[in-house]
Structures are given as C-alpha cells and as structure tokens.
C-alpha cells in the first residue's frame, strides 16, 4: 500500500536519522516523547516486577514495550506491556509486535491529556489488548478500561483482579509503595 501524501510509513520512520530524542509514530505521524522522570520510571519498574511475580509464567512482561496496533502507520512503546509469550516469541527479532499487547499500561504524565488517554486505549482494545491501565500517581488509582468498553477505578485499597492473564489480584498500594 502506497503512503498517503504526507504520512510515514513505519519503513520510513525506522530509516530516519537517530537525533537522540524519543519518537513515535502515531497515525503516520512522528510524535516527539520525552523520557520518563524518575519517579515515573520508578513506578513503571515495580510494575513490571509486581506482574512478573504474580502472573502466570506463559506472559512476558516488558518495560517501555514496543508495538505496532495497526499496520503501516503505527509505532508505539506502552510504558508497561504484557503479553503471551506465544505471540513474543512469534515476533521477528528485527520487527516489533504486530496489534497492541494484551495489556497495555501507561503512567498519566502532566503532559497526557484524559483524551489522548482515551484515544490510545480506544486504539489498543480495538487492536488486541484485554485491558488497558491507567495509572494516576497525583489521585494513587489505576483506571482499568476493558475489552467491552467498562471501566473500573481502583483506589490505595483496592485490588486489581488479574484473572485475565493467569493471575490472582494486584494491591494497588502496592503499585504505588
């Protein structure tokens, strides 16, 4: 399929010359991403290690995880993702990950907006993700988005249930330490 009159195409993006900035590729767009302060690093890390305990051993779950929800004119990182190993392992080593991962957790920055948050789990439900987190460190609550379109809001204590992916539940006091 031939580009559109001014999109890039993931081919084309992953030419682009290294500057040293961090970019996506949003609808054909590149999109200039800032790196994470540390505390939301931080957050982003203990996530990883609170899923890989406490899911089953047939996920893989990844720091700043690369995807490609639709083909052609997508490139994204989640700052979490969680995915079967089935299908990581089915993803070329020179490739990213084909649709979104099965679980896609982003850390609400200053500069994320509610609907830019709302668009990106909208993309990743449609393209593969069971359920899509929101982490809000200034209000400590995660917002998980699912599949059907409901969303549950689970505050300090609370528990997020990970029966979706093989596991019990997730304190969310925990999530935040």
């Known amino acids: 399929m031939a580009a559109l009159p001014g999109l890039i195409t ?10 040293g900035r961090r970019y996506e590729l949003h609808y054909g767009e590149v999109v200039s991403r800032g790196y994470p302060k540390q505390k939301y690093y931080n957050l982003q890390k203990r996530l990883v290690d609170l899923l890989e305990a406490r899911l089953a051993r047939s996920w893989e779950v990844g720091l700043e995880f690369p995807y490609s929800a639709l083909p052609e004119f997508e490139l994204r990182c989640a700052d979490v993702g969680v995915v079967s190993k089935e299908r990581w392992a089915a993803t070329d080593d020179e490739d990213s990950l084909h649709g979104a991962p099965e679980l896609v957790i982003e850390v609400k920055s200053p500069a994320a907006t509610q609907r830019e948050l709302a668009e990106l789990a909208a993309l990743c439900l449609a393209n593969g993700a069971f359920e899509f987190w929101a982490v809000d460190l200034d209000r400590v609550s995660v917002t998980v988005i699912h599949r059907d379109g409901s969303a549950s809001v689970y505050g300090a204590e609370q528990a997020i249930p990970l029966t979706a992916f093989g596991g019990d539940e997730l304190p969310v006091e925990e999530v935040f330490g």
């Open 10 to 19: 993931i081919e084309q993006f992953d030419k682009l010359e290294d500057d």
